[in-house]
């Protein structure tokens, strides 16, 4: 028996399930919407887990959806912020090389920078000091003055009590289990729905398949580990990135000023074996596992994207010694008896084309008149959130009208 029917039903109370919602109720003020789930509460996995860093917008290829959305989602970001009183960290951020071979890599972010309009300066050794006196620069840096840090668990407590001043229902602890033609069945019974937005994190690729959608993706897990330093606050005053590798989504060990502004370094991007595998045997799944690791066998033998070099490096930063090195190749000093205190893992729901074995680099989207499907929110999907939300939703509106057309035509 179906329990209760929604016009919309949005899998996931994470960040952008969240601001998905808000924005069908500005849409459809006299529609019915409903968040479910999983867990006991929201923001229990990447939106709460991640940096916490407001990204700028100038790692991203000019024709990417995360070039257009990360320069406004920031601004909206720290607007959301500062008309609820909610804390920001205007620290900026450092991207530095280290070496005469880096510095090409600094040319291409600030090209891609400059095609984003994002705001973006070359910065001297002598100005970066002016900066952060602690940043080693190498003939030039980049600065970025508009990266920020928020606290993320705080914004997305806020917008939840948005949505439940703006009537949207939330049900947690309701796991989806499968589709049905007017609905979905969960733990809790069935939920009727006449259009279904799965924004689910890691499970997003498997929701998809229900509804015959992402066939050719399956999410691969990386863990994401932070060490905290525990000696002062002032030893790095703003951000410090080095420059990425540009061909994988991964940003590499840097230094993050949070919105209290505690040190901490990190993140890893270890292959992890099953998608919630953030410590130890915590919800393991043998199942996930298996299939997992066989791709990760596959992409090991291949070498797909170097993911062999890249899961050797990775693992070995397990070792608190080798994340500490790394990122002490940024600054001038910095105590490595500091880093005393691992914080709350995170895990990365990268999607992988199954048929090129390649990394997706952009947000996939997926969906027809009754679902839709947001397939790669990976980061900096918590600082596009606005935006991102925005397009989904109309999206979703333009689908539900061929939907009308589809109907009017067979009557």
């Known amino acids: 028996m179906m329990e209760k029917q929604y016009d919309f039903l949005v899998i996931g109370a994470g960040i952008i399930g969240i601001t998905i919602a808000l924005k069908l109720r500005e849409k459809f003020h006299e529609r019915t919407i409903c968040i479910i789930e999983k867990e006991q509460a929201i923001a229990q996995h ?3 887990r991640n940096s916490g860093v407001l990204h700028a917008g100038f790692y991203y290829t000019a024709d990417s959806l995360k070039a257009r959305f990360t320069k406004d989602g920031n601004a909206r970001m720290k607007a959301y912020c500062r008309s609820k009183s909610l804390r920001i960290n205007d620290c900026g951020k450092l991207v530095i090389a280290t070496d005469e ?28 000091r002016e900066i952060d006196p602690n940043a080693k620069v190498y ?50 019974g069935k939920i009727g729905a006449r259009y279904v937005i799965n ?3 890691l499970y997003a690729d498997k929701i998809a398949a229900e509804y015959g959608f992402g066939r050719k993706y ?18 790095v005053k703003t951000n410090i ?38 410590r130890g045997f915590d919800h393991f799944n043998i199942s996930e596992m298996v299939g997992i690791v066989a791709f990760e066998a596959l992409l090991f033998v291949k070498n797909a994207f170097n993911f062999r070099s890249l899961a050797f490096e990775e693992i070995r930063k397990y070792n608190k010694r080798v994340l500490i090195d790394l990122a002490r190749k940024m600054v001038h000093d910095i105590d490595p008896d500091g880093f005393a205190e691992y914080l709350k893992p995170g895990i990365r729901a ?62």
């Open 46 to 48: 990447s939106s709460g």
């Open 241 to 278: 990135y080095p420059v990425p590798n540009l061909k994988n989504p991964f940003l590499g060990v840097h230094f993050t000023k949070t919105v209290d502004g505690t040190i901490k370094i990190g993140p890893t991007a270890i292959p992890a074996f099953w998608r919630e595998n953030y």
């Open 101 to 128: 071979l880096e510095l090409a890599g600094l040319d291409e972010l600030k090209r891609r920078g400059d095609l984003n309009q994002i705001q973006l300066e070359w910065v001297s050794p002598e100005e970066a």
């Open 199 to 201: 924004a689910a994190g």
């Open 350 to 411: 990268q999607l992988l084309n199954k048929e090129t074995l390649e990394l997706v680099q952009d947000f996939v989207l997926e969906g027809d008149e009754r679902s839709f499907h947001v397939l790669n929110a990976v980061s900096p999907a918590f600082t596009c959130a606005f935006p991102f939300s925005s397009y989904v939703v109309d999206e979703v509106i333009k689908l539900m009208k061929r939907r009308e057309i589809i109907h009017v035509s067979s009557t």
């Open 218 to 235: 399956t999410i691969i897990p990386f863990k994401g580990i932070y060490l905290k330093y525990i000696k002062n606050k002032s030893d």
């Open 139 to 188: 003939k030039r840096a980049l600065f970025s003055p508009t990266t920020a840090s928020v606290d993320p668990v705080e914004i997305c407590q806020s917008l939840m009590a948005d949505c439940e001043r703006a009537g949207v229902e939330m049900r947690f602890g309701t796991k989806f289990l499968h589709a049905e033609r007017d609905g979905i069945v969960t733990n809790k």
